[in-house]
């Protein structure tokens, strides 16, 4: 059985380690932090020392973590992945990262040999517990063959998207629609309030027809209760959103809708709610 | 049993009588062309030959017809509905209609000792069929629960919003979202494009994530045809999206999304859509 | 001489008035409330009982009341102006009404062999008084050249557009250009102070280079100063921007720069705004 | 008289260079390809082989280069600017760059002893030629004094702004107003236009109202012919949207006018006019 590596366990990472065990993998793990390995070992996996080390011991090794910088570092330093790969090897970065990073990183991995797949996820806490993520996945096509089989131990759904980059690009698309649908809920919410009507039974109805959606089911109660226990941070959707129109105007696509939308998150972050849940943009629209 | 009346039976309200008519009820209708009441004929309903033998002849009238005009004709004529009301009957109108005409009608209706409820479905031709509307009720508290077996045998979902005119407030917030969340979709699909993604796998993605919804499932693909088969008509969802943007102003709401919407829906209206279904909205946003 | 009338005397019509006066016209006045045609008397114009009997005097009559309603009085009720007039006379209305409204009063003066022009004017209480207005009108084109020497005594610039109607569409477009300037100055101002510039110089530079003009010179320093001394109502723009959102849908043309800015608007209204100048819209932008 | 130096003899750079040397000043000048200086030699100009020749035989440099590398290149490469200043000398940077270049290239210039302003124009060619250039400074006051005489032979207004960066953050406010005002035209002309109004009769009512300035009475004409000879291409003017909507969001101040205008920008890029003059994006409106 393949002999699999994860890096970075953090709120993402540590889950689908998790999850990787529990499919019976041979699991060799890292983490800034080393005390977050401890649960992970517990249960049988094998403690690295650095990011290289995990290489050397896996075929595949999985990177999760949390922002661009961190991924460069702990795949081009001198004790990273990269270090430690070689031909026959794959390394799949799942975290979300900018294309001019995955293409870096790609280029000094194909160098080694080895082969390279960005694979971002869509979903977040619960869907990683759960094993129900979805990886967007760009670049080499036969490691992302190799790899399905622990994608489908983390995850619902891995789509193939081509090159690299194209993984980054999805997810974009996907934010913004899921940015844009949340604040025209804020606005629907907020129409029916000035109007008189039952936000409970708005939500009911939206529950029942042809718009209803697990977003809405989740979000929509807490936005009665103005309450936004953070799953996706308001700044992160913002920059998504930022990201998606720039990618609008890199490709000459129009987005009014999207961009009016924007418009409420930056209005959002103005009044202080950047680490609130990215539905707290309701505030800005009512 | 609650013996019940049914007027238009057009698209929507010949299934709804259907529906009726399975539920055990004595039935009666009427159409305007009344070749249309042959079907209900032979499965046991009675025909009548005005609205208002419909209204006399019943417990609990119904009624579902295109527009506002012919709202009050049918209420209100010569031989229309009113004049075969009186005290312990009841009278639903379904159809979509503009508060004033409700409340017109409403008085007309009370002024005769019987009881009145607006009840606009939310939902079209397919739902219709099978039983699974959503009716958005105002008016009469007591109507409503009386007419509720019936409104349980033509739909899913039957909620009580208070005075007459809510019901159609409703609806128009649930269609002022429907309007965005297509047109985001639409956005989304471009942007997916013109930056080389495959619509397919877009769709696939959103289908499986949080903002899964019937409406990107049944209208996505179409969307990738370029098909706009019509189930619910353009030009009534920005006619729709128009009122909800006069409603916001008139309470005081801003609703600078559904109008960056809007003016999307008004392109395509521009371009010819108008009878379309509303999804054609595409072609005005790509 | 061309005897003149002029019916209404309010903070537009009295100065306008007085410019006739200047001119040399013998001129007949009426007001509903009489007082205010004192001044007038005192300077030589004839007060006539009703506007039937300013019609009835006079060669061309103009009018300058406050809404379509006052306009369909002055010139439809029983003494009004459509009763004093007859062939070889003129009726020019210079309010600012519907074009249904002037439709019906344009064939009600054509039903008595006189002739018609709709002429709603560009400009406010100290054009009015500078004799500097702009009439924009549309109707009888013979008429259009008698009344030109009065109109000349009254405004600097006079437009003929055509059918009746066509005025009060240049008006409403003039003025959507207006708010959305007035919305960019408040966007530029408030981006300037949240950048740490300093607004006065803001307004220098622009009063000095490609975009400056006369509105930005008046109203810059108000908003500067968060004062919003009224000219023009904040409700009035909000209704012109509608209308002209509403002839942009009529006519198949998106406006989604006005229809951001109506929803600014808008939510100056729900600040209680209604009554201040326009430019509070800043309070609603920044 | 202060010795003064010009960098850079492009269309803005050739005439602001003829004014200096109208106003009496010593001059010498460079440019990247040295027939450009030859018109100016004829005229009494001395020609230097470096951007640092030029520092060094001057009390003051100018430099009018096309964009923030050539700035760049010409401050701090091995013969530039920089390596010629020193204590007393002072550079004044007239080219439109980004804050962060303005920074880099001050704290260099500053490190020899010599002061350092930044000093974008607003303006373009004709404005160049006629010594009507506005210049946006910020950085050393005393410098700005001291230079005030050779920018008020080039320009008709310098203001002062406080610390480096902020004269282009005032210019890409200026600039958003402009590009919102334009688009704002080109959708009342649209409107105009469908509406069955004269074009050249809305222009004429614009020039003589509150709105009036050189902008559409500039432009105006030509949207009407539908010409777009280029005085500041289109390209420019929607990457100073951008950069302004991305001042709001750094500031915190939603700009959903602006944000409108610029997806008008967006489509007409697409539209193949990134060259054609910023006033093209009517092609887009319409």
């Known amino acids: 059985m393949t002999k ?4 970075g366990l953090g709120i993402m990472g540590a889950p689908m380690a998790l999850n990787l065990l529990r499919g019976g993998h041979e699991l060799t793990v890292w983490n800034r932090d080393p005390r977050k390995c401890e649960p992970l070992a517990a249960k049988g996996a094998t403690v690295a ?14 990177a999760m973590v949390s922002d ?3 991924a460069r570092a702990v795949a081009l330093s001198e004790d990273g992945v990269v270090a430690g790969l070689g031909p026959g090897k794959g390394y799949v970065d799942v975290s979300t990262i900018d294309p001019e990073s995955a293409v870096v990183i790609g280029e000094a991995v194909k160098a080694t040999g080895a082969t390279y797949l960005e694979a971002p996820v869509s979903g977040s806490k619960k869907p990683a517990e759960d094993g129900a993520l979805i990886f967007l996945c760009g670049g080499d096509e036969e490691l992302y063959r190799r790899a399905m089989p622990m994608l489908d131990e983390m995850g619902k759904l891995s789509v193939y998207l081509g090159k ?15 940015g844009t649908m949340l604040t025209s809920l804020c606005e629907g919410m907020s129409l029916a309030d000035r109007s008189g009507l039952d936000l409970a039974t708005l939500l009911q109805v939206l529950d029942s027809g042809a718009v209803a959606n697990p977003m809405f089911a989740l979000k929509g109660p ?9 799953a996706f941070p308001l700044k992160h959707m913002q920059k998504d959103m930022r990201l998606a129109l720039a990618l609008g105007e890199a490709t000459g ?3 009014p809708v999207a961009a009016a939308a924007n418009e409420d998150f ?10 609130a849940d990215f539905s707290a943009v309701y505030r800005a629209v009512k």
């Open 68 to 70: 661009p910088e961190a």
């Open 49 to 62: 020392s650095t990011p290289r080390e995990v290489a050397q011991a896996c075929d595949i090794t999985f």
């Open 222 to 230: 807490n936005l009665q209760r103005d309450e936004y226990p953070t």
């Open 253 to 255: 696509q129009p987005l």
């Open 164 to 178: 690299i980059g194209n993984g980054a690009k999805m997810k974009l698309v996907v934010n913004m629609i899921m």
């Open 266 to 275: 930056i209005k959002a972050l103005a009044d202080n709610l950047a680490d």
């Open 4 to 7: 699999v590596g994860m890096i």
